[in-house]
């Protein structure tokens, strides 16, 4: 068992408060990804729940046991670095044990855990091997199995994949979510790339200036995300906003242009922020005109910089559109996947869309 409770936690270095207040509960087997932006404190949570950041204020459990006081070595809980941290002078087979040397492990019980991690992560035949013969991605499977061994109530991840190539970023992330569904073990990943956790987690905790702005299944987050942080954060390319003023069901920008928003206005009045996603729009010759400002063609899809309602918008279409810079093409925004912000607080006004068919771990 893993559940991990997170109470109240705090973290303040004299009177720079990096984390205020934060509480999460993590069920055992989940996978829980912490994203933000760079200084959000998703990483000193992270070292926190490891033991090697003090805790300011509030708990943290495994299992019901507050973990505070204990060292790292006795919180069960195993941690990998983006820096890989592999020992240079030791083979693959012995920087994969040695942390079971240091318990005490039996020879035949430390054999028997690395050629199941070996095993698992593709790394039989380099067991002999030293660090310097790997590739990237061999290390971090190295510093995977070092992780794996120990068979903790906890993983960690510390944004293990930013050193890689693109590439090898997505064939990892596929690795990795493999060997949680192999293993069920709780596991806390740290990210700042919103993509990633899309693609990985069970839940994501999106975080920002010390503070939790939103927790969900991807798609929830997605689709109906709590406020303006969030709406701009998740999602790539990210969702346009455009300012203005709801009247009746009629959202108005600041140059006249008009949008109809139907029953998703309903709650809206006055100063409003309308969000749409850019694959959230269909071409439509009654639509609304706008001027082209230029065009990246990817061969799947054609992603459009437009000029709409005063704003810098980004329209993604299936279609392979053919057209130039100054020409003027006519879209519509589907009016169901129109998100609406209050302009004063950046929260959500408009109604949540329901997430059909969509359980934990199962994104569709």
């Given at each position: 068992?893993?559940?991990v409770?997170i109470r109240?936690?705090a973290?303040?270095y004299?009177?720079?408060?990096?984390?205020?207040?934060v509480?999460?509960d993590?069920?055992?087997?989940?996978?829980?990804v912490l994203?933000g932006?760079?200084?959000?404190g998703?990483?000193t949570l992270?070292r926190?729940?490891a033991g090697?950041e003090?805790?300011?204020?509030?708990t943290?459990?495994i299992?019901g046991e507050?973990?505070?006081?204990l060292?790292?070595k006795?919180?069960?809980i195993a941690?990998?670095?983006?820096?890989?941290?592999?020992?240079?002078?030791?083979t693959?087979?012995r920087?994969?044990?040695?942390?079971?040397?240091?318990?005490?492990?039996?020879?035949?019980?430390r054999?028997?855990?690395?050629?199941?991690a070996?095993?698992?992560?593709?790394?039989t035949?380099?067991l002999?091997?030293m660090?310097?013969q790997?590739?990237?991605g061999?290390r971090?499977?190295v510093?995977m199995g070092?992780?794996?061994v120990?068979?903790?109530?906890?993983?960690l991840?510390?944004e293990?994949l930013?050193n890689?190539d693109?590439?090898?970023?997505?064939q990892?992330?596929?690795?990795?979510k493999?060997?949680?569904?192999?293993?069920?073990?709780t596991?806390?990943?740290v990210t700042h790339d919103?993509?990633?956790?899309?693609?990985?987690?069970?839940?994501?905790?999106?975080?920002n200036?010390?503070?939790?702005?939103?927790?969900?299944?991807?798609?929830?987050?997605?689709?109906?995300?709590?406020n303006?942080?969030?709406?701009?954060f998740?999602?790539?390319p990210a969702m346009n906003?455009i300012e203005g003023?709801?009247?009746?069901?009629?959202f108005?920008?600041?140059?006249?242009?008009?949008?109809?928003?139907?029953a998703i206005g309903a709650d809206?009045?006055g100063r409003t922020?309308?969000?749409?996603?850019?694959e959230?729009?269909e071409l439509?010759?009654?639509g609304?005109?706008?001027?082209?400002?230029?065009?990246?063609?990817t061969?799947?899809?054609s992603?459009i910089?437009?000029r709409?309602?005063?704003?810098e918008?980004v329209?993604?279409l299936r279609e392979?559109?053919?057209?130039?810079?100054?020409?003027?093409i006519?879209?519509?925004p589907?009016?169901s996947?129109?998100?609406?912000?209050?302009?004063?607080?950046?929260l959500?006004?408009?109604?949540d869309?329901?997430i059909?068919n969509?359980?934990?771990g199962v994104?569709?």
């Amino acid at each position: 068992m893993g559940a991990v409770t997170i109470r109240d936690i705090a973290k303040r270095y004299d009177a720079v408060e990096v984390l205020k207040g934060v509480s999460i509960d993590i069920t055992d087997g989940e996978f829980l990804v912490l994203v933000g932006p760079s200084g959000c404190g998703k990483s000193t949570l992270l070292r926190m729940i490891a033991g090697l950041e003090e805790i300011t204020d509030g708990t943290i459990a495994i299992d019901g046991e507050v973990i505070n006081d204990l060292a790292p070595k006795d919180r069960d809980i195993a941690m990998v670095f983006q820096s890989y941290a592999l020992y240079p002078h030791m083979t693959v087979r012995r920087n994969m044990e040695y942390a079971l040397r240091l318990k005490g492990m039996d020879r035949g019980e430390r054999e028997r855990r690395v050629a199941r991690a070996a095993d698992i992560l593709g790394l039989t035949d380099y067991l002999d091997r030293m660090p310097k013969q790997l590739s990237g991605g061999q290390r971090q499977r190295v510093a995977m199995g070092r992780a794996i061994v120990r068979d903790p109530k906890v993983y960690l991840f510390d944004e293990p994949l930013s050193n890689l190539d693109a590439k090898l970023r997505v064939q990892m992330r596929f690795e990795i979510k493999q060997n949680h569904a192999r293993l069920s073990t709780t596991t806390v990943y740290v990210t700042h790339d919103q993509v990633e956790a899309m693609t990985m987690a069970d839940r994501i905790v999106v975080m920002n200036k010390g503070r939790i702005e939103q927790i969900g299944r991807p798609l929830e987050l997605y689709d109906n995300p709590a406020n303006l942080f969030v709406a701009g954060f998740i999602g790539s390319p990210a969702m346009n906003m455009i300012e203005g003023d709801v009247s009746g069901d009629i959202f108005t920008t600041a140059d006249g242009t008009q949008m109809q928003l139907g029953a998703i206005g309903a709650d809206a009045e006055g100063r409003t922020v309308l969000g749409v996603r850019p694959e959230s729009f269909e071409l439509d010759p009654d639509g609304i005109a706008v001027e082209v400002l230029g065009i990246e063609p990817t061969g799947a899809e054609s992603q459009i910089l437009v000029r709409l309602g005063g704003e810098e918008v980004v329209v993604v279409l299936r279609e392979r559109l053919f057209v130039q810079p100054g020409e003027f093409i006519h879209i519509t925004p589907v009016a169901s996947a129109i998100n609406l912000f209050d302009a004063r607080s950046g929260l959500r006004i408009s109604p949540d869309r329901p997430i059909a068919n969509h359980k934990l771990g199962v994104h569709v």
